[in-house]
């Protein structure tokens, strides 16, 4: 899968850099997120960066944004399906990361959206949580702005950490 991306991207240098916020914004988003791994965005964001195809602070902000913006989508759904979202056949198959992600969002309540967003067996399924729970929609997109840039910032000093350590000057 990675080197059909990878080929495509090749071949689509100027579209290639969405795929970013595209890869961020599907390993967020509730239910989806729990098949799209994040090393395929950690990946694809050091090639191009070692490509030179796109500037790594410009994918980090686009990174930032999906991973966002899938946040959200999750937030938003949690909201308006509440504790029906169990009945969810993903949820079921998926049932003992639930209930962890329930118990650390009661437990840690803000700093959950912190946590979550640094623990991928979890992260698209926090947001979702904050909706069942009917966290305050303000104080979670503040909080997962926050969460998302500075986890941004760890995608960039990952690519560029394994950019030195695999292709030093």
């Known amino acids: 899968m990675i080197d059909s991306i990878l080929?495509?991207?090749?071949?689509?240098?100027?579209?290639?850099?969405?795929?970013?916020?595209?890869?961020?914004?599907?390993?967020?988003?509730?239910?989806?997120?729990?098949?799209?791994?994040?090393?395929?965005?950690?990946?694809?964001?050091?090639?191009?960066?070692?490509?030179?195809?796109?500037?790594?602070?410009?994918?980090?902000?686009?990174?930032?944004?999906?991973?966002?913006?899938?946040d959200h989508v999750g937030y938003y759904v949690g909201r308006a399906i509440g504790h029906r979202v169990q009945g969810w056949r993903i949820i079921q198959r998926n049932a003992k990361r639930w209930e962890r992600t329930e118990t650390m969002v009661r437990r840690y309540?803000?700093?959950a959206i912190f946590i979550g967003r640094f623990i991928p067996a979890i992260r698209s399924l926090v947001p979702a949580m904050m909706g069942v729970t009917e966290f305050e929609r303000s104080r979670y997109t503040l909080f997962d702005v926050a969460a998302c840039s500075l986890w941004a910032l760890?995608?960039?000093?990952?690519?560029?950490?394994?950019?030195?350590?695999?292709?030093?000057?």
Do not use: K
């Open 154 to 169: 760890g995608l960039v000093a990952i690519v560029q950490g394994a950019h030195t350590l695999f292709l030093p000057s």
């Open 7 to 70: 080929a495509w991207a090749s071949e689509h240098r100027e579209q290639a850099v969405f795929l970013v916020p595209l890869l961020a914004f599907m390993e967020t988003c509730v239910g989806v997120g729990l098949f799209v791994p994040a090393l395929l965005l950690v990946v694809v964001t050091s090639v191009f960066y070692a490509n030179d195809w796109a500037n790594l602070w410009i994918m980090a902000a686009m990174a930032m944004v999906g991973s966002s913006l899938g």
């Open 109 to 111: 309540g803000v700093f």
